[in-house]
């Protein structure tokens, strides 16, 4: 049996416990949650699985050595005990990353520049060559990590951020992050029993991510490469099997539903889940959220509404007053899971929620807040057999205490690349126009394996085969009057409102971030 060793999977806070689980059920051993990140053992197989299957995690890092240094000198000679030679030779480029928290060294890139120097002077010494430096695109990549004393330096084994999955190929400004709209749908619990709804859903991030979720899809199918591609020691072979390996995916049978007040919205959604390959599971269409109406099927909401953060939006705690009333009145016997950021916002809803759990949108402490929806009293429902709160939602709860306690951190994600791509959601949206293409599931082209599964294939490297172009006449597409087909499954009415006749209308591991 291939040897294990340890590995650490940075996450958003918050979402220590989701992703937690996800290692667990994954396989991975001596699972311990931290702050900002996950630290695990497993063998190279897993840690090929972990940066392709995992769905909340934003980096996988390989630690080499662990250290402490109380001044850039110690890092120096620290780094250099290290036999680079395992990892590098003169014809490869590298980067180093550095996180650093510490009063002893104040600046990350010159600790990063300690790392780097000592890697070359190692190479000059023994070969009289030295390996280049190469930001954009390094064979090998390479995190320092430093709170105060101690240090922890590691392979990158991802390279670019997971939470870049590779089918947004348009977007609102500031959209929900993937890896945050993963955990959020992970902690409601759903896997597909019932339909999910979005009536804010901008760009799709909720739709797609609650799509590969429920058919237990891989988020890394879509990317085009990972870090570990390029390391010495890399199994091609195993990768592949892995890579197109789809005995966990399983069947959905409920349906996705995302509106939109805003049509450019809709057409972006629209293109995002054409390049996921998800169309039969996901309708988007154009909707005024005031215009909801019950559900006929179980369902789920799950959104994001503005917040009225950088950008102004009129009426905002009317839009909340609305959501509130809404939910109220036509989504009775369901639950509704609603992230924001404002109390005020949450206490024009109107409704008590059942469970609060803080997250953070970009460098926004918000609240996700679950409401169950019920006609007549809390005590009535529950003498009825109603469960308020589940064993893992307690759970949830008490992990609030926790990062509650953390929340001097906060002034320090900004500085993070993934909370800067994770801004807050905004309503100014890119101009574009999109019809209703053939649907393309990602899988390795030239492969023995896609030939008997008959799979699409994708081409990794070139990206999506956009080859035949679009469908006009595709299930869901749009008609020559501009609507969707009120044949088809959560259709609208030719007023933009929802058909009441349709099946739907509708161990501290201290700070690690980049």
Known sequence: MEKEFELI???????????????????????????????FTGNKELMYRANFQLHTAIRILKPITHFKAKSADDVYEEIKKVDWTEYLDNNKTFAVDAVVFSDEFRHSKFVAY???????????EKTGQRPNISVANPDIRLNIHVAEDKCTLSLDSSGESLHRRGYRQESVEAPLNEVLAAGMILMTGWQ??????????????????????????????????????????????????IYNDDSQEREFNHHIYGYDIDMKAVNTANMNVKAAGLSKDITVAQADFKDFT??????????????????????????????????????????????????ECFEQIGLKPSLKTPLYNGSLECEFRKYQIFDGKLRDFRSEGGIVKTDE????????????KEREFKKRLSETEENEEGDIRSFKFHRHDVLNSEDK??????????????????????????????????????????????????????????????????????????
């Open 9 to 39: 999977a940075k996450t958003f806070m918050g979402l220590e416990p989701v992703l937690a689980k996800e290692l667990t059920q994954l396989g991975a051993n001596d699972v311990q949650i931290g702050r900002r990140m996950v630290s």
């Open 192 to 241: 597909g029993e019932t339909d999910f709804i979005d009536p804010m859903c901008g760009s799709g991030t909720l739709l797609i991510e609650a799509a590969l979720i429920a058919r237990n899809m891989a988020p890394g199918l879509f990317r085009k490469e990972f870090a570990f591609e390029k390391w010495p020691d890399f199994d091609k072979d195993l990768f592949d099997e």
């Open 114 to 124: 300690k790392v780097k120097d000592a890697i070359v002077d190692q190479f000059r």
């Open 441 to 514: 599931r990602p899988r390795r082209r030239n492969n023995d394996d896609n030939k008997e599964r008959g799979r699409k294939s994708f081409d990794r490297k070139g990206g999506f085969d956009r080859k035949g172009g679009f469908d006009r006449k595709g299930k869901g597409g749009f008609d020559r009057k501009g609507g969707f087909d009120r044949k088809g499954k959560g259709g609208f009415d030719r007023k933009g409102g929802f058909d009441r006749k349709g099946k739907r209308q509708n161990k501290d591991f201290d700070s690690y971030d980049d």
């Open 294 to 343: 019950q559900p006929k099927e179980k369902s789920i909401i799950v959104t994001n509404p503005p917040y009225g953060e950088r950008i102004s939006t009129p009426d905002l705690l009317g839009t909340y007053k609305m959501i509130g009333e809404r939910l109220k009145h036509q989504f009775l016997d369901n639950d509704a899971w609603i992230l924001s950021y404002r109390e």
């Open 393 to 404: 939602e307690k759970k949830l709860m008490r992990e609030k205490h926790r990062f509650k």
